[in-house]
């Protein structure tokens, strides 16, 4: 079965911190994912990786970064975390290639910031 | 970019009835469309998925429709069960690098 873990279920930071969210995945996938899920606005991409230093921008890129040093891990970077960024954050992963492909996600971890 | 619009944002159904969740997406180049089931505390989990070229597929008490032509596709769950009860997520997919773009989520609550 395809695992994708993530570092922290739940995180307290205050306004201004730097804040990293981890990510792996153990199914040599070569895309990753980092999404915001809030109340009514579903899933929401902010950044992207098809590949080892590869990283593209989401839908809202504002406010964070990313980092892919390995296949199998992608970190999140809130550079100075703000309020607005409470939130849940998940990582999913999907094989490489041109056909569509699942993308299977870790459990999340919720963000507070205060 | 795509857009995609679920309907209803929740739902409520007694245990034993049909359940019907309806999303539509403004791409034509979309191509693939995933459900996920989300329960409490977890991550999204496929629960189905239907490529372009397929206009139905069912999976024991679940299918899904594609309509190409009006850009919209359904999830239908019959004999709805409580463990069936989660938030419920389309999705559809237009380009090579399989990004996601997902509607706003269904609230499911099955009724014993």
């Known amino acids: 079965d395809v695992k994708v873990t993530q570092s922290s279920r739940y995180l307290v930071k205050r306004t201004g911190e730097k804040v990293f969210l981890e990510c792996v995945q153990d199914?040599?996938?070569?895309?990753m994912f980092w999404y915001r899920q809030d109340p009514g606005l579903g899933l929401r991409l902010i950044y992207f990786s098809y590949d080892v230093k590869m990283k593209e921008k989401g839908d809202i890129p504002e406010g964070y970064s990313v980092s892919r040093e390995k296949k199998e891990r992608f970190s999140l970077i809130l550079e100075s975390a703000s309020t607005n960024q409470t939130s849940m954050y998940l990582c999913a992963s999907s094989q490489g290639g041109r056909a569509q492909e699942t993308q299977y996600f870790g459990p999340g971890t919720r963000l507070l910031v205060l | 970019g795509e857009n995609v619009e679920q309907h209803p944002s929740t739902l409520s159904v007694q245990e034993g009835d049909s359940a019907v969740i309806k999303c539509t997406y403004s791409?034509?180049?979309?191509?693939?469309f995933p459900w996920y089931k989300q329960e409490l505390g977890k991550g999204p989990q496929l629960i189905i998925d239907i490529r372009s070229n397929v206009g139905e597929k069912k999976d024991q008490r679940i299918a899904v429709t594609l309509n190409k032509t009006a850009k919209h596709f359904s999830l239908h769950i019959t004999e709805t069960q409580p463990e069936d009860s989660a938030v419920y997520f389309c999705?559809?997919?237009?380009?090579?690098?399989?990004?996601?773009?997902f509607g706003s989520g269904t609230k499911l609550n099955v009724k014993p």
């Open positions: 199914m040599d996938h070569e895309n």
């Open positions: 791409d034509s180049a979309s191509n693939y």
């Open positions: 999705a559809a997919s237009n380009d090579n690098f399989n990004k996601f773009y």
